[in-house]
C-alpha cells in the first residue's frame, strides 16, 4: 500500500465491498464465533485482552470521562418489559455480549482516514497503523459498533509504574498519545504463527493459533480460526448457521441461532453471533 | 486590512520554512547525518562500543564459522540471538595458545565472575517495527542456498571483515520497501517470482 498504489487504486480503496467466494482460494481469512449462550459474563476475556495487548487500566475518573481503553468490552442487556431504573442493577435477567472490532469486510473506518492508517489486509483483518495515525478520530466517529478507542493520554510513563512494565508483552507496541487503538485479533499471534508455517510450508493449522480472549475464555465461548478452511471449526460454524461473509442479509432457518450485528448497515463483519435462548420461567 | 493579511501570510511562510529548517536538522532516518551508505541512503548508525571489541573478522572470516553458529536462533525465530557466555568459553578453553591476549582475559574475567556480557545492540530497530530473521533466513539461505555470509550481508553489511560490528546501511523503512519490490525468483529451477509482503501490518504492530 504504497502512496502511489493509494492513489492509483483510490476509487477501490474507497468503496471496498466484499463478493462472492473473495477468499475462496486466499489462504486466510480470520473470524469468529462467540457464542452467547455459553458467555457468562465473566469478563476473563477482557482482563486476558488488557495483559496481551499492553491495554493500560485508566481509572475511575478517566472511565467517566469516556476514555476507557478496553478493546474487548462486555454489554450487558435486560431483555424487553424488565426495563431497570438507573440507580438499580436487578439480581438476575441480565444478557452478556462481548464486543471488540468486528473486522468489518467494508469497515466504515476505512474509507474516512485521513491519512490511510487504516487499512484491510490480505487476510482479512481491519488493521490499524499507530505511527500513521493522526488522531482524527474520524474513524471513531464512523465506527457503529464503537469499538475504536482514543489514546487521551501517555500511559506508557503513568500506567505501568516499575516493575509492572516487565509484564508488558514485547510483541505489541506501547502506543502513545493521539493515536486511535482497537481489536486486532491479536494480530502479533497471528503473524508468528503464520512465519512459522510458512517455513514449514504449511498453513497455519486450525487451532494452531488463538487470540487471547478465546484463550482465556472458561466456557469456550470464542471460536477462532481461518474461515478460508472450510475444515475449519469457524468455517464449520459459519456454514451451519447459515451466515455467509459476502451477504448482508441472511435468508435462513428461523430456528438457528447465529447472526451478525448492524448487518443491514452492510458492513459484513466477520463476527458471529449466536444468540441467547432465554427461559423467562426459571 | 489588506497589508496586514500579506504580512500575516509572509510571516507565515517564513515560520514553516524555519520550522521545516529545524525539523530537517533533526529527523534522520537510521542514523548520523553525513554518511552515505552504499545504498544511497543517508543512513549509517552510530558506532557503538563494545565491552569486548569481538572480532568477527576472525571468527566469521578466517575461521569460516557460519553466523548461525553464534546467533543460533536466526533461523527459527523473529530475533537472532546473542551466544551466552558459555558458549564463547566453550570453545576458548579449548584454544591455550590465545589466553593470554587482552580480549581473552577480558572474557575470562566475566566467566570467572559470573557476569554475563553487557553487549550493547548495533541494528536496533524501533519497538513498533516487527522483523522476522526466521523467514529471511529460510528463504534465502536454506532455499535458495545462497552464501550466509551474502544473506546476513543483506541488511548487516560485510560483518565478516569487520571487528565491532557497525551499521552499513539504513535500516529504515523505505530501504526495506526497496527490497520488498523485488521480485525474487520462488527456486533455480521454478521460474516463478515472489516479493516480500507489501502490507503495514507485516512489519509494524
Redesign the interface.
Known sequence: ??LNNLIKNWTSFRSRRPYLDQYKNADYKWAMVIDLDACTGCNACTTACYAENNLPVVGKERYEKGHAMHWLRIERYWGEGESVPVDMVPDRGAQFLPMMCQQCEAAPCEVVCPVGAT?H??DG?N?Q????CVGSRYCSANCPYKVRYFNWWQYADTAWPNPLELQLNP????RSKGVMEKC?FC??RL??SM??A??DGRLVRDGEVTTACAQACPTSAITFGNLANPQSQVAKKWKNQQIALEKDEQKKDENLRGYRIFEEFRTYPSVVYLERVRDLEA | MNIKKIELFFFGILFSMLAQLGHAEAFHPGGAPGTQTIDGYNALGPKVEQPIEFPHYTHANVMKINCMYCHTYAR?S?VSGIPRLDKCIGCHKMIPEVRDRPRIKKLFWYWDNHISIPWKKVHDLP??V?F?H??HI?RFYFQDKRPVREVCGYCHGDVANMTTARRVKAISMGWC?DCHKKDHQISKVNLKTTNGP?????C??
Do not use: G, P
Not at chain 1, 510483541?171 to 506501547?174: E, H, K, R, T
Open positions: 500500500m504504497s487499512h489486509s490480505a483483518l488493521t497503523v499507530y505511527n500513521r510483541d505489541v507496541s506501547v486486532t494480530v502479533q503473524r508468528e512465519d512459522h510458512k517455513t | 527459527r523473529a519497538d513498533f516487527r522476522n526466521e523467514r529460510q520497501i507489501n502490507d503495514c501490518w507485516m509494524h504492530k
